[in-house]
């Protein structure tokens, strides 16, 4: 799976001058999944939804906070950085769970690839 330019282009001016990207993928915070469907259904659980954007690079992993208009497409701060060797997945479902920063994220089926990619790139198998 390619890259999407929008995300790599968003994202590169939170990150160290000559990173190549690796992976990037979208990913949303919140305490359980009930929250989507609430958010869906009536709105009324929107303001505590937070959009993530997640670059993996040869060195690291960067998870960049995003606004919620882009859907986390479009970054707007650098949150933190993990160590490249951190592994994200596995991830299973329409909407896989991992941990970031000490939070739950949700990621769509759509971006599994990447995070199974950036895995096996890192030298983890599963």
């Not at 993996?56 to 497409?73: M, R």
């Not at 997945?89 to 941990?99: A, D, E, H, M």
Request: net charge positive.
């Amino acid at each position: 799976m390619s890259l999407r330019k929008d995300l790599v282009e968003h994202s590169t001016r939170f990150l160290p001058p000559g990173s190549q990207i690796r992976q990037a993928f979208i990913c949303q915070t919140a305490p359980n999944f009930a929250f989507f469907l609430i958010t869906y259904l009536t709105g009324l659980t929107m303001f505590w939804i937070k959009y993530r954007l997640v670059v993996v690079t040869l060195d690291a992993i960067y998870v960049l906070d995003s606004t919620k208009p882009s859907g986390g497409a479009k970054p707007k701060s650098l949150l933190g950085t993990l160590p490249r060797h951190t592994q994200l997945g596995p991830v299973s479902g329409r909407w896989g769970q991992l941990n970031l920063l000490g939070e739950r994220h949700w990621v769509h089926k759509r971006f599994h690839s990447d995070i199974a990619t950036a895995d096996r790139e890192a030298g983890f198998r599963y």
